[in-house]
């Protein structure tokens, strides 16, 4: 049962006893164990144990501050499982995107705004993963981001500039021992007032993207100032605006030189997609298993709710639509996770349909999961609205996701172009 310290109770004790995080865990993975190879399975089942252990040890409310939970659960390697990590020193398994998948299935379950801030520290990692060099600081921030030791952000987003990731107004100079001063504003980062360390994107000359740079911030140095963004649909997400003023970055910082932060920014933009998808999915999952436990129990006219048409007939189709988009990001995390294996790296025609894909399913999904939500709320009635149950958090969380990682009509634009480029090689 959910603990709601200092709030009104709405739903009975039986209902909220049965909506307890291990039994809506029952439902996902009896409709997921047809289609999941069993060392996805056995890790889906592992990660919701933690869970579910986490939850009683802590008496979780779910109205804390769950930055500070980061630490224990980085501890068990949950933060990501996109990468292998053994290169420094960690042993995760498995990996790869469709066990991120599975790990981002559970997180969602136990708490939608953990998941999503720890998914920006996760777009911290990658690009660390892929440009530290072995330089010794980076590896140092890297394997604190991944064991949780510290918190990550990444920093596109201005001020004016909104989802155009290419003509940036902050500003980096080159000094003359290789370092560089960063100067202006970014904004709607995930993370951004709790970062320990920041991934930055700045350019040279102001709109000119070939001019971009990459660099690994850390957020105590002098020049940099955080401040939280107020974003009323998830309260207990630190979303941040970042001010630069004269931030020195030394030579061992920069993970992309003037002209090379514009490919280390679009490298990892297929797989940020596709990580926004993934959790889509699982909010859409989280929403169902509450209303499926509830409209089963619920009983009005001396019946269980969902034998009304009106009731269960909805809920079958926001359920197989559920299905059907994680039937189809599964297959591409496999696909993904075939290619890594067989390459070492994804394959440039590969990725580069992957762009297309993540776009059509991010659209897609942000759709889905904030219909998916919105609706099963309302079956649920007043106990889908209240602040009984995660309900609420879903409620909100699912409405900023066509914002997030490129809004609606970036997705639009993207997949219209491929539409334009397919008609030109016909």
């Not at 030579?251 to 090379?260: D, H, I």
Request: aromatic share 10%; glycine share 8%; proline share 3%.
């Amino acid at each position: 049962m959910q603990n709601q310290k200092g709030k009104v109770q709405c739903v009975n004790d039986e209902i909220l006893e049965k909506l307890a995080l291990k039994n809506r865990y029952k439902f996902l993975n009896y409709c997921l164990m047809s289609y999941l190879k069993p060392e996805y399975m056995d890790f889906l089942k592992e990660t919701q144990k933690f869970y579910v252990r986490f939850e009683k040890k802590h008496n979780i409310t779910h109205n804390e501050d769950f930055y500070e939970w980061i630490p224990e659960i980085g501890e068990q390697g949950l933060i990501t499982r996109v990468n292998n990590f053994k290169e420094i020193g960690l042993n995760f398994e498995p990996y790869g995107m469709t066990a991120e998948f599975m790990r981002i299935l559970a997180t969602d379950f136990f708490d939608p705004q953990l998941a999503m801030g720890m998914g920006a520290t996760v777009l911290a990692v990658n690009p660390l993963m892929l440009h530290h060099e072995n330089v010794e600081i980076r590896l140092k921030a890297l394997k604190e981001l991944v064991i949780g030791k510290k918190i990550g952000a990444i920093c596109i987003t201005e001020p004016e500039r909104g989802s155009d990731a290419v003509h940036m107004e902050t500003i980096s100079e080159k000094q003359s021992d290789g370092s560089f001063l960063l100067n202006g504003v970014k904004i709607y980062q995930t993370n951004g007032p709790k970062a320990d360390w920041a991934v930055l994107y700045a350019v040279s000359e102001k709109d000119q993207g070939n001019t971009m740079g990459q660099f690994l911030i850390d957020t105590s140095w002098d020049g940099w100032k955080a401040e939280r963004v107020e974003i009323p649909w998830t309260p207990r997400l630190h979303i941040g605006k970042e001010t630069l003023t004269n931030l020195r970055v030394p030579p061992e910082y920069v993970l992309g030189q003037p002209g090379q932060g514009r490919s280390h920014l679009f490298e990892g933009l297929n797989l940020e997609r596709f990580g926004i998808v993934i959790l889509n999915a699982a909010e859409a999952w989280n929403a169902l298993s509450h209303a499926f436990i509830y409209v089963n129990m619920r009983k009005q006219f001396n019946q269980e709710i969902l034998k009304f048409q009106g009731v269960g007939f909805p809920l079958t189709d926001l359920w197989a639509e559920t299905m059907n988009l994680t039937l189809a990001a599964l297959n591409v995390c496999q696909l993904i996770d075939d290619k890594m294996k067989e390459k070492g790296t994804l394959p440039k025609e590969f990725n580069l349909a992957l762009g297309v894909t993540a776009s059509q399913l991010k659209s897609v999904s942000a759709k889905l999961c904030e219909r998916v939500a919105y609706e099963c709320a309302n079956l649920m009635g007043g106990a889908g609205v209240c602040d009984n149950t995660l309900m609420h958090d879903l409620l909100g969380i699912t409405r900023i996701q066509e914002i997030g990682g490129g809004t609606r009509q970036i997705q639009q634009y993207i997949m219209s172009y491929a539409l334009r480029q397919l008609f030109k090689v016909i």
